[in-house]
């Protein structure tokens, strides 16, 4: 049997100095257009025989010793790692466990620095660059998750290392790119799930608590401020944390802001394009400058790297900083909206995650979310 490595290890291996090659074998172009940093591809069935390609996989490996695999599922790359190991024992093989899928399941955490009165803990899907937020107060341990992947788990052991008991769960908006485990999360712990009360337009059939326009919802001594910021979608929030932190979601990225057609697609997004450039300029710029902001998303590039920043570093910018720096919000209106209308390919499946995400479709297995959530987030403009 061939011997597996678990995407966590992957990763510790990917931030360390250890020598290895990555082999994917998927089709060359799934592999274009998402991958594991620094993966090479060599594109292998999952019925293939290793007969005459060992002398092009010796040099593709080029004397490395340590050889992984990794494809969609674990499939083909266990059948390229195990014709290796039967082939030649020159090699330390192993095959990436639950291939592509495993990999989308790798978190990494980090602490966003926003003053002694706030414990803000990022939590980052490696994979797919969604960034979630543990928001807590020290004085009394109160915390709330906000914006978590259905990967539910990482969420409590994030707040049981920080010492923070988790109170409520909010969803700043109807994700497009990931199954939302907040009305799990809200309901295995038995706490409130918030959402903006403008969603009751968009007929979401999930019990929630609807958080009003500039409501403030104290966790503890905190106070975070639903602030409406409607474009990406028409029911967005971005939650200001003590007048310190701004949790944007996908209204305001690092380098960019979200797209706006994936709702409003029948005027290609023209419609949330307007909205959005209102709620940039009125809404979340016109808060000082030294708010730190903290997106919904990082841009994971299709060589599987982080587009700013490091896993486990936060990734976060100011509102000073913004202003100055992302070329897209010094547009006026009208080439703000053209530039919208050019955001490139949309999330894989993102019409059937929406449906999971609004309720009205069926409960997904484990397995079938993380087949649905496969390839690369597409949720910037």
């Known amino acids: 049997m061939v011997t597996t490595l678990s995407a966590d290890r992957l990763a510790e291996l990917q931030d360390g ?104 803990v990022q939590v980052q899907r490696r994979a797919k660059g969604c960034l979630s937020y543990l928001v807590g107060c020290p004085e009394t341990g109160d915390a709330v998750v906000v914006d978590p992947t259905a990967d539910t788990d990482e969420f409590a052991v994030a707040a049981e290392e920080a010492g923070l008991s988790i109170v409520g769960v909010i969803d700043t908006h109807v994700h497009a790119d990931h199954v939302s485990g907040g009305p799990e999360l809200a309901d295995r712990l038995e706490v409130p799930y918030y959402l903006g009360e403008r969603v009751a337009d968009r007929g979401v059939e999930v019990e929630y608590t609807p958080l009003e326009r500039n409501e403030v919802l104290e966790v503890g001594t905190l106070g975070l401020k639903a602030l409406e910021t409607p474009g990406h979608t028409s029911e967005m929030l971005s939650i200001l944390i003590d007048d310190r932190a701004l949790l944007t979601a996908d209204t305001l990225h690092v380098d960019s ?101 609004r309720g009205i479709s069926e409960e997904l297995e484990s397995e079938d979310r993380l087949e649905l959530e496969l390839g690369p987030n597409n949720c910037s403009a």
């Not at 594991?36 to 999952?46: L, R, S």
């Not at 014709?83 to 990436?96: C, H, R």
């Not at 940039?280 to 998303?297: D, F, K, Q, Y």
């Open 17 to 120: 100095d250890e020598e290895y090659v990555l082999l994917d074998t998927r089709p060359e172009e799934s592999f274009e257009s998402w991958h594991v940093a620094g993966a090479i591809n060599f594109p292998f069935g999952p019925e293939e025989d290793l007969d005459g390609r060992l002398e092009e996989l010796e040099g593709v490996v080029d004397g490395t010793e340590r050889v992984l695999t990794v494809c969609a599922k674990g499939i083909s790359s266990g059948n390229l790692a195990t014709q290796l190991e039967s082939a030649t024992d020159e090699y330390e093989v192993a095959a990436i466990e639950g291939g592509m899928k495993g990999w989308s399941r790798v978190y990494d955490r980090a602490r966003v620095s926003a003053g002694d009165s706030v414990e803000l």
């Open 257 to 357: 802001t979200g797209r706006t057609e994936l709702e409003f697609n029948e005027d290609e997004g023209e419609t949330g394009a307007r909205m959005l450039y209102e709620s940039l300029h009125r809404t979340v710029l016109a808060e000082p400058e030294s708010i730190v902001v903290c997106p919904g998303h990082v841009t994971v590039t299709a060589d599987g790297e982080f587009d700013h920043g490091s896993p486990g570093e936060p990734i976060e910018t100011t509102i000073g900083d913004a202003r100055t720096g992302i070329d897209i919000l010094d547009l006026e209106e009208d080439a703000f909206v053209d530039r919208m209308a050019d955001a490139g390919e949309k999330p894989s499946n993102y019409e059937e995650i929406i449906g999971h995400n």
